[in-house]
Structure formats: C-alpha cells, structure tokens
C-alpha cells in the first residue's frame, strides 16, 4: 500500500467512450499530478494540481480531462480517445515547496491505470 | 534539447553481486536527483534521492553518487537480491525560484532501465 490508490487497475474503451480514471492518496499531502507512461518513452507528465488548483498541462489534447475536487481526489476524464492513447496512466501525488521547505519533495506513485483503446 | 538518459538498456548482474546503474542529465542547472524503481504491475517507488549539494548518499543497500562535472548518476546496489530485479528510472528537477509555490513541475524521468538478477 503506497498510500496512493488508482482504480480502476485495467480499463478496456473504444474511441467513442467516456470513462474516467480515480486517484486518491491518503499521505496529507497537497499536490497531485498525472502521468502517462507508455512503452520505450520516458514517464510524460500530463497536470501538475497544488492546492486543487491546476498549476501545469503539458499540452495535454482536450480529450483528456482532469479534475481535482480536494486535495485528496484527482480524476481523468477521458472522451473519443485514440489508439495510441494506449499507456499506463500513473497518479502521484506530494508535498508541494514553500517557504519552509524549498525545493523538489519526493513523489509518491500509484499502481496505475492500464488503459487500452480499441 | 535538456533529456535525462540512461546509458544501457538492461543490465544483467549475478545474484549476490553489487549492481551499477548510470544515468547523464544534461540540465547543468539540476539541483535534484532521485532514483525510483518500477516492480511488473506497480507503479515508480522511491529509492534515494540527492541534491546538488552532496556527491554521496548512502540508504539501505543502496548508494547514489553524483558527478555535477560530467553530470553523471549513479546507483549502486550491494548484493543484489531477486527482489531487486525491476526497471530503475533516474529523474533530475530544477527548483524553481524560492518565490514559486507550486508543485514539482520541472521534474524529467529517464526512460528506464531492466535490471535482471540470475539466481
């Protein structure tokens, strides 16, 4: 148990679907991110939220969407997605840098979700 | 471009034999380094992490040496076990200015290297 749960663990869609991917870490902590990793390629980050507040999107195209209600709970949305968005979709979250505690804090990973679009 | 690399693709070592994992990073202006490891059907879990600041940092097993004039990474594992057998990824930050609240956004993963223990 890392302390931050992904469900659901496998997600089977067509391109014409709508799902939606769940994170929840249980760690106090107050920044969220989502990554994708795909096969061969670096881990690609896709949001940055801090404090519930999106803080990053990497060029992410619209049909993904992602959502953070509390500090606690993150979402993908996903909608008329592709083939190639095929990937394992990892949530981590941290400690975010402030005043008293400058610099990078150690992320912390879920299991993931292994998405495949048909 | 900046790119966090690894130099080998897979590294087969005996068990009971110490393992050396290297990693370049190209960002001069790095001040953070961690070493994650990926177990089948799990997602990154954190080994070690370094700052600038130090050149070696020693956890359970595990050593990471940082080399900021050739800008090199290391991670050593003693007596590699069957359990150490999973994909070792480096990863560098930059901080942001003290004045940036956010989150760790300038954090850059390599792609990943298989380390397999022969019994």
């Known amino acids: 148990e890392t302390g931050v749960t992904q469900t659901p663990r496998h997600l089977v869609m067509g391109m014409t679907n709508k799902k939606s991917l769940k994170c929840e870490q249980h760690l106090g902590h107050n920044a969220m991110y989502w990554y994708k990793q795909s096969a061969k390629k670096p881990l690609e980050l896709m949001f940055v939220y801090s404090l519930e507040e999106r803080v990053e999107n990497n060029s992410v195209p619209s049909r993904f969407s992602p959502e953070c209600p509390n500090s606690s709970h993150l979402f993908l949305h996903l909608h008329t997605l592709q083939p190639e968005d095929s990937a394992l979709y990892l949530c981590?979250?941290?400690?975010?840098?402030?005043?008293?505690?400058?610099?990078?804090?150690?992320?912390?990973f879920g299991a993931g979700s292994r998405l495949t679009v048909l | 471009g900046e790119s966090v690399g690894l130099h080998l693709p897979t590294l087969s070592v005996q068990e009971g034999d110490n393992s050396i994992i290297n990693c370049a990073y190209s960002n001069s202006a790095s001040d953070y380094f961690i070493w994650y490891k990926q177990e089948s059907g799990k997602g990154p879990q954190f080994i070690i992490d370094i700052r600038s600041n130090m050149d070696k940092r020693q956890g359970q097993r595990v050593t990471v040496l940082l080399n900021k004039t050739v800008k090199h990474l290391s991670l050593q594992i003693a007596a590699t076990q069957p359990g150490d057998s999973a994909v070792y990824f480096c990863?560098?930050?930059?901080?942001?200015?003290?004045?940036?609240?956010?989150?760790?956004?300038?954090?850059?993963f390599g792609k990943g290297i298989t380390l397999s223990v022969r019994p």
């Open positions: 990863a560098e930050n930059m901080t942001p200015s003290p004045l940036y609240t956010g989150a760790n956004s300038k954090l850059t």
């Open positions: 981590a979250s941290s400690q975010r840098p402030g005043p008293l505690a400058p610099g990078a804090n150690v992320l912390t």
